[in-house]
C-alpha cells in the first residue's frame, strides 16, 4: 500500500493524516504502539462502506478500532506503517428506544457510558458492567463479559440484531436480526460478528436487549477459609440468594496488594489491613423498590452470610460490608494496580468453575519451580469460570523469548490440562493468535467449510456501494 492510494479515500469520509492528531490512535492501554498513515473516520454505514470498499479493492489493510481498550492489542495496527485505521467513533447518529419492547438501536461508536447515561430517564441500562467504557461495536467484537455476567451474561447474550459491512471488495451492507426475541426461521447469523473481532465484517448499529435499572443493591468481600472454599460459598450463595446474587469477583492478595499501593484513596478495611490470600466481592440486587413483600437488602445478604458459618468445614472466615461504591473501587483497581506492579504477562483464561480452583493450586505448585521470578497477581469472574491471569516478572526486564516460553507453558497447562478457553472475554488479536492457529484453526476450517455452503441461503443484502 501507498499513502497515496489511502489518501485517496473519497474526500467527505473524515480522516486523519497528521502523526501528532494520530497518537491516541495507535496505542493500545497495554503499551502496544503501532504505525499507520491513516485514520480514517466515516460518520454512517454508508460512509463505513465505502471504506471497507476502497480498501479492500487497493488491498489496504485495515484495523477497526472502537474504544481502543482491548487487551489483546487487537486494535491498533501493527507496526509496518501500512495498515489504516477505520476509527468508529463518529458512528453516534442513531439512538433509538423501544420502550415496549426494552430495547435500543444504537450507533455503534456510542460508549456504554453514553448509551446508559441516555437511558437513564427511561429506568432502564445496558447491563454489561466492567471497569473500561468502550463502544458498543468494540463490545459485540469482543463479546464483553464483565462483573455482572452472573445475572446478565454477556454481550451476545443480550444483542438482538446487528448491522454489519462485510469485509469484502463488495462491502455488502447487512442487517441481521430484529428487535424481534423470539425468532426461529434459520440460522442466527448475527452470531457470526459477535465475538469474532471484526473478522468478517464492520459492525455499525446494534440493536440491543435492555434491563430495568437496579433500585438497590448490597455489596460485601467475603474472606473464604481456603481456596476450595469459594466455590462452596458461591453454590451456597446462589442455592439462597437465587437471582438476587448478581455478581461474585474474586481477588487474590498480591492484585490487591498492587492495587491498594497505586490507588492512595481506595480503603484498606480488612482487620489490622491484613489482605487474606483471597476475598470475594459479593453482589445482591434488585430492580424492585422497597416493596412491600420485600426484605430489606443487607438482612438477606447477612443472614445468607450467617448460614454459611455454620456450614460444614466453616469455608466462611470473615465478611466485610460496606457501601457498594467503595468495594467496587477496590476491584475495578484491580487492573491497574497489576499493571503499574512491573512487567505484566495477562492470561484471560476461562474454566467450568471448579477447574479455576484446580488450576490455580497446579500454578501456585509449579510456577515457583518453572519461572521463579513470577508473581501470581490473579483476580476474576469466578461466578463464570473467568480468571484474570496476571503474572508480574521480577529481576529485570522482560525479554521477548522469556515471555513467549512463559506464556505457552501456562496456556498449554490450561488448554490441555485443565480445558480452559485460551480468551474468555477479550478475543484473539497479536497476544492469542499463536493458540489460534494451535488450538482453533482445525474447527474454525470445518465451520468455514458449512458456511461455504450456507452462503447461497438468502440473507437480506441491503446495498452495495459503488
Ligand atoms: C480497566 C479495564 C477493565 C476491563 N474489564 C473487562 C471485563 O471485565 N470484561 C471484558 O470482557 N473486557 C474487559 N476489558 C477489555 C475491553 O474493555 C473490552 O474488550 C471492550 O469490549 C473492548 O471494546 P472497545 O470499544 O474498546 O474495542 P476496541 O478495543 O477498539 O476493539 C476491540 C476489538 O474489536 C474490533 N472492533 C472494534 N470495533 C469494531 C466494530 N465496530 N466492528 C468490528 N470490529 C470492531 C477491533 O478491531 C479489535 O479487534 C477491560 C479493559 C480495561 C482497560
Redesign the pocket.
Given at each position: 500500500m501507498s499513502l497515496n492510494k489511502t489518501c485517496a479515500v473519497p474526500e467527505r469520509i473524515a480522516n486523519i493524516t497528521t502523526p501528532r492528531d494520530m497518537v491516541t490512535y495507535l496505542e493500545?492501554?497495554r503499551g502496544e504502539r503501532g504505525q499507520s498513515p491513516i485514520v480514517l473516520r466515516p460518520t454512517s454505514t454508508q460512509e463505513v462502506a465505502l471504506c471497507v470498499h476502497h480498501c479492500a479493492s487497493h488491498d489496504i489493510p485495515f484495523?477497526?478500532?472502537?474504544?481502543?481498550?482491548?487487551?489483546?492489542g487487537?486494535?491498533v495496527p501493527d507496526d509496518t506503517g501500512q495498515m489504516a485505521v477505520l476509527s468508529?467513533d463518529k458512528?453516534r447518529g442513531v439512538f433509538k428506544v423501544d420502550l415496549a419492547n426494552r430495547s435500543v438501536t444504537v450507533g455503534?461508536?456510542l460508549r456504554l457510558s453514553d448509551v446508559n447515561a441516555r437511558l437513564t430517564e427511561h429506568g432502564l441500562f445496558f447491563p454489561i458492567d466492567?471497569?473500561?467504557d468502550?463502544?458498543?461495536?468494540?463490545?459485540?467484537?469482543?463479546?464483553?463479559?464483565?462483573?455482572r455476567f452472573l445475572r446478565y451474561g454477556?454481550?451476545r447474550r443480550n444483542v438482538l440484531g446487528l448491522t454489519?459491512v462485510l469485509n469484502t471488495v463488495e462491502a455488502d451492507i447487512l442487517t441481521l436480526g430484529s428487535p424481534v426475541r423470539k425468532n426461529n426461521t434459520g440460522p442466527d447469523w448475527k452470531q457470526n460478528?459477535i465475538g469474532t473481532?471484526?473478522w468478517y465484517?464492520?459492525?455499525?448499529e446494534v440493536i440491543l436487549n435492555l434491563e430495568p435499572v437496579v433500585q438497590e443493591q448490597e455489596t460485601a468481600i467475603i474472606v473464604p477459609s481456603s481456596d476450595a472454599a469459594m466455590l462452596v460459598l458461591l453454590q451456597h450463595l446462589e442455592a439462597r440468594l437465587g437471582p438476587l446474587l448478581s455478581a461474585y469477583e474474586f481477588m487474590s492478595e498480591p492484585a490487591m496488594r498492587h492495587a491498594f499501593a497505586h490507588v492512595s484513596s481506595l480503603k484498606n478495611a480488612f482487620e489490622d489491613g491484613i489482605i487474606p490470600p483471597n476475598a470475594v466481592l459479593i453482589e445482591v440486587s434488585r430492580t424492585t423498590s422497597k416493596a412491600p413483600w420485600d426484605t430489606p437488602l443487607d438482612e438477606v445478604l447477612q443472614s445468607a452470610l450467617m448460614e454459611a458459618w455454620e456450614l460444614e468445614n466453616a469455608p466462611l472466615q470473615d465478611a466485610l460490608f460496606g457501601r457498594p461504591e467503595e468495594i467496587w473501587a477496590l476491584r475495578?483497581a484491580l487492573?491497574?494496580g497489576v499493571k503499574s506492579a512491573g512487567p505484566l504477562i495477562a492470561f484471560d483464561l476461562g474454566f467450568t468453575r471448579d477447574k479455576v480452583i484446580a488450576f490455580r493450586a497446579e500454578m501456585a505448585r509449579m510456577l515457583p519451580q518453572e519461572f521463579p521470578e513470577i508473581e501470581i497477581c490473579d483476580f476474576g469472574?469466578l461466578g463464570d469460570g473467568g480468571l484474570h491471569f496476571n503474572l508480574i516478572k521480577s529481576g529485570g526486564p522482560l525479554t521477548s523469548d522469556y515471555e513467549l516460553e512463559l506464556r505457552d507453558w501456562v496456556v498449554e497447562a490450561a488448554v490441555e490440562r485443565f480445558g480452559a478457553s485460551y480468551s474468555a472475554?477479550?478475543?484473539?488479536?497479536p497476544k492469542n493468535i499463536r493458540y489460534f492457529e494451535r488450538y482453533s484453526v482445525l474447527e474454525e476450517t470445518q465451520l468455514k467449510r458449512q458456511g461455504d455452503l450456507f452462503a447461497s441461503r438468502p440473507i437480506r443484502k441491503l446495498e452495495t456501494p459503488k
Open positions: 493500545g492501554v484495523v477497526p478500532q472502537s474504544g481502543n481498550t482491548g487487551l489483546v487487537a486494535s468508529l458512528l455503534a461508536g466492567l471497569g473500561s468502550p463502544m458498543i461495536g468494540g463490545m459485540v467484537a469482543t463479546n464483553t463479559g464483565g462483573g454477556d454481550v454489519v460478528y473481532s471484526g465484517g464492520v459492525i455499525t475495578h487492573s491497574e469472574h472475554e477479550h478475543g484473539i488479536g
